[in-house]
């Protein structure tokens, strides 16, 4: 599975992005689709997962209510809605694919390039 991340910037706080993630490979709708970040002099986190059919979804307690992930098994595609962005979300945002994983980033098989996200203040 090769996947190609995109839709980040720059927004001012309050605002929303939503992010994209192309996989290629026939295979995607059997992978859990996970979004995880990383900010400078920060380790990579967890920020949300979708199971392969897209009816669970498990969020981290900082983007919880603010975020919303989905995917589109048609297109081969998962989104991150980010709303009610703030400073503290400007890292870049990688997605990743995983059999079975849900929280921990050394669990996931398959990543993609990242997309920078910046949330001016």
């Known amino acids: 599975v090769q996947l190609q991340a995109s839709g980040g910037g720059l927004v001012q706080a309050g605002g929303f992005l939503r992010l994209s993630c192309a996989a290629s490979?026939?295979?995607?709708?059997?992978?859990?689709m996970g979004w995880f970040r990383q900010a400078p002099g920060k380790e990579r986190e967890f920020v949300a997962v979708?199971?392969?059919?897209?009816?669970?979804?498990y969020y981290a307690d900082s983007v919880k209510g603010r975020f919303t992930i989905s995917r589109d098994n048609a297109k081969n595609t998962v989104y991150l809605l980010m709303n009610s962005l703030i400073p503290e979300d400007t890292a870049v945002y990688y997605c990743?694919?995983?059999?079975?994983?849900?929280?921990?980033?050394?669990?996931?098989?398959?990543w993609g390039q990242g997309t920078e996200v910046t949330v001016s203040s």
């Open positions: 990743a694919a995983s059999r079975s994983a849900t929280y921990y980033a050394n669990a996931y098989d398959y």
């Open positions: 979708v199971t392969w059919s897209g009816g669970s979804s």
């Open positions: 490979g026939r295979t995607f709708s059997s992978y859990r």
